[in-house]
């Protein structure tokens, strides 16, 4: 073959190859085969809710709890699937001493978020830390454990103070979670982003703006179901539910008005229920007159009327609640029901005796925080406001702050009488119980309630493993609940979630807080 027409031919084959790759190059971007051409994973969360504190020896709220939870991780926790309690860090536990001894055994691959190995010698700082701090949550490990102490490199040992039945509903609480090294020894880390050992890693945080999260590479756990996770902070449910109907955020958490839920409902929005054991309450503060008298808690308690609260300012999405213990749990009784719903009558008598009259008139000051529990706030007060009002022998004067100093304010018994909610540490009767009315595990509240006949009856019960006697002991406490009337309970209800049409899927945890890892958005 001559020189030419080998030339011809080469040139031939280079063009054909060169066609080849350029087809291979087209197909296989159409298949999206390349990681580079996947697009990102990013799951965008709307709240009206504010992150009071990234440190777990003094964050104690639902919502920095919930991102507490998806940051670090735990020995034990709870599955969303069966609601059972599950090893996390603890491959597994043994109980000795008829419950007075606590022995985990600690999975050997945890790392925190830039690698480092976690141990029980970071357990046991990181609880010791919290009783050393002292902040709000402090009580769920002070009030259980006498010591705790690392056996080795990954076996941790609690000795309690008491035997403690659910323990270790107790032990899957944030105070728990293992923290960073670099978490201050005795200080408070408000803005901490070292994290934990959980499924994500903060990758930018601005107080009140944003929190941007990603996945830890070195999680031990099956890999988030998206690359990154936004929660972006409103002003209130307005703007959230324009930021929602704009498609800005993928999903629309805590909190929107009742009316938003319907209306977004009936656009075709997928609402997600969550099956309620959240309940609102009044605080009041029993140390300080006027409210030291319990005559005129009582008359608070008596006038309020429940039903009018449920349907004006939830619209039906919330139904009375007659105890600090949900409906449904083990153990509740209406016990506040002896006072009626709305009863003026019984109010005006009670308001009698203490000494007051339409001319003598019963001052009160009520605080409320006017965007962690949603817009419906201001109207929960004032309908407060006229429902005592009612009685013509009390005067109420409206009071707002926002959460954080709320929080501050609170602990510190400035509030006469003020308005929170609650969502359970743990599921167990004693967590609506024990937080609110045992002294100083209640120190939180600001009432300054201390009734010895009540820490000594939630001390026995919390020491029983027959769940029948912890029963009628519970039953007493919230007898006793309502006679003194350190709060009234107000309501229970559901939390709603609303997903943007790209969400596949989400889950949400036995405690009510979303999952992170499990939100995963349509391809």
Known sequence: MSRKALSKMAAA?????????????????????????????????????????????????????????NIMAGLVKYDPDTGKIVGDLATDWEVQDNGSVWIFHLRQDAKFADGTPCTAHDVVRSIERVMNIQGDPSWLVTDFVESVEALD??????????PASYFLAVVATP???????NYPDNEIASDAVWGGCGPYMIQDWKRDEQLVLVPNPYYYGEKPKNDKV???FYSNAQALRLALENGEIDVAWRTLNPQDIQDLKDKGYNVMEIPGLYIRYVVIKTDQPPTDNVLVRRALAAAIDREEIAQRVYQGTVVPLYSLVPAGMWSHIDAFKKYGDGNITLAQELLTQAGYSENNKLEIDLWYTPTHYGDTEAQLAAVLKEQWEATGMITVNIHSSEWAQYVDQLSQGQFMVSLLGWYPDYLDPDNYLTPFLK??????????YNNTQVNELLTQASQL?????REQIYIQVQEILADDVPYIPLIQGKLYVVLG????????????FLLYDTIQLKS
Request: hydrophobic content about 45%; proline content about 8%.
């Open 13 to 69: 084959i280079a063009l054909v190859v060169i066609i080849v790759v350029a087809a291979a190059a087209w197909y296989f971007a159409g298949k999206g085969t390349t990681t580079e051409e996947q697009p990102e994973q990013v799951v965008v969360i709307g709240v009206t809710d504010k992150i009071t504190d990234l440190d777990p020896a003094n964050a104690y709220d639902f919502f920095t709890w919930e991102v507490l939870s």
């Open 153 to 162: 490199d990954y076996t941790v040992k609690f000795t309690l103070k008491t």
């Open 175 to 181: 105070p728990y979670f293992p923290v960073h090294p």
């Open 230 to 232: 936004v929660i972006k």
């Open 439 to 448: 002294a100083p595990a209640n120190s939180w509240t600001g009432t300054g």
């Open 465 to 469: 493993t027959d769940q029948a006697q």
């Open 501 to 512: 049409p790209n969400v596949e899927s989400l889950k949400v945890s036995p405690l009510m």
